[in-house]
């Protein structure tokens, strides 16, 4: 099974659930300010697993730059 972000960020939620009991059982204050880092950290999961745009087109180009001129140096 692929980890995809959004499967990540999900899974990074689920860290809600003993915040929210934390905050209601014990101190609310720190529930909130636990709560607000898990819906942080979860966002910050998801966008750097996303995609970019134009995120790895310029490698693959220098990659084939890089074969074309190895083998012209072969056979030269």
Do not use: Q, W
């Not at 960020?9 to 934390?22: D, E, K, Q, S």
């Not at 999961?45 to 490698?59: K, V």
């Amino acid at each position: 099974m692929e980890l995809t972000p959004r499967l990540a960020g999900t899974i990074a939620l689920l860290a809600l659930l003993p915040a929210i009991v934390f905050g209601v059982t014990k101190n609310p204050l720190a529930g909130v300010v636990t709560a607000t880092n898990v819906l942080l950290i979860s966002t910050i999961i998801y966008l750097l697993m996303s995609p970019t745009e134009g995120g790895h087109d310029h490698d693959a180009d220098s990659e084939t730059d890089r074969d074309a001129d190895h083998d012209h140096a072969d056979t030269a």
